[in-house]
């Protein structure tokens, strides 16, 4: 189910409302619990019901490791215990994600011909796999309790952050869970919580789904374009997909403040980074803090060295590459991050004096490696970087701006077409620049709760909010997946 459909907005999301805080109203917890997983549930098994089966196994094998890690106190048999849960959760993640990857690498490289059915994604099975990995190995520290089952099952199925995250940890969650002063209804936490769904909608709607249309179009026309409309096509994917990723977040952290709880921030302004790394601590945040906690610290950090820091930060990038998709194009991207960050590491000095240019040299590094990890393929990255650089210009920007046919300019546009044909072209170039200057100023403009904050609560904010709640709604006919369902 999509956060952005009618049915989900309409039914499922006042109903999950209106049964949680009922059953508050009884004594025992337990039943608001088993309703919302109930209806997490509902919501992950929408899309395609087989793929609730591979969340309930994964549920059941982890609390099962979680349970035998209590009963066995130390030795060696503990640490192999510990080592099959995390061989586990690899396992299902390598079968249904990678496995496809790499029997077609064997192909190639061995000369065979294995042939597999294509196995289908599970949604989300790198979240929740990450999220119960990272349960796994503190409980095997000993800085996780084994706790009571419809807690461990409602930590990780809670629906807002069950398909892309955030990647929750579970000191974030279930206190907040069994803390008996959060099943109180807040109307000013609903509010709020609600405000900051709207806004995400609308970031998701109006501009991520509107600037996929160009996106979508040029990506499957790489050959036709010039060096201007190149540079057009991988900037607007940059928007796009923050605009997707940041807004599904909002959504998230919303829904989940209208339930009572807090989840954590994903995005903190990444476009004001000024150098690879900070960009990659204010960019999906809670993957960076998963990668940083439970591969780069325990590989060595930056307590042995420098040559060791730079291979481990290497390594750590080269897995966020995988972690997004099983294809050459991931472990590039991911390559070009890690030796980014490595240079950064290793010439600590080499920055311009003025931050302003550090900021500009980051985002146009962000953007130029996001282009390879947007291509189908290794040999379409390279086709669109010689677009990039030695295509020239042959006046295609006209011809990529007609892409743009929505139905907000639909009436404007028959109009135009019967009344003054010669102006529909400015239309659609007066679609682009609008679209350009609105992604760009909310690039580098401020966080959501900071809006929240100053004008969510003034009439002219509730009048904002209401406005672009209604434009988003009426605009749902044009639902597409989040582009990090794919991952």
Known sequence: MLFNSVIFITAFLPLALLGWFLLQKLENPAWAKAFLIGMSFWFYGYYNVSYLWILLVSLAGNYAFSFLLRRIRGGGFRRGLFVCGVLGNLGLLFYFKYFNFFIDNCNFLLHTDIRLEKIALPLGISFFTFQQMSFLIERYRGNAPHYPLLDYVFFVSFFPQLIAGPIVLHSEL??????????????????????????????????????????????????????????????????????????????????AAMFGFRLPENFDSPFKAASVREFWRRWHMTLSRFLSQYVYLPLGGNRKGKRRQILNLLAVFLVSGLWHGADWTFVLWGLMHGLAAAFETAFPRARFRHEWMNRATTAVFVTLSFSVFRSDSLESAALLWRKLFTAGSQGKLLGVCNTLVFPENYALRKLLDMAAPGLTNGLFLSCFLLLTAVGAALLVGGKAEAWIEKKGHTLGGAFCLATLFTWAFLSLSQVSVFLYFNF
Not at 181 to 193: K, V, W
Request: aromatic share 14%; net charge negative; with cysteine.
């Open 174 to 255: 279930v206190p907040q869970l069994q803390g008996r002063q959060n099943r109180r209804f807040s109307p000013e936490g609903f509010y709020d919580g609600a405000t900051l769904f709207i806004l995400g909608l609308a970031k998701k709607v109006l501009l991520a789904d509107s600037l996929a249309v160009l996106v979508n179009a040029e990506y499957d026309n790489i050959a036709m374009l010039d060096t201007p409309t190149a540079w057009i096509v991988i900037v607007w994917y940059m928007m796009e997909l923050y605009f997707d990723f940041s807004g599904y977040c909002d959504m998230a952290r919303g829904i």
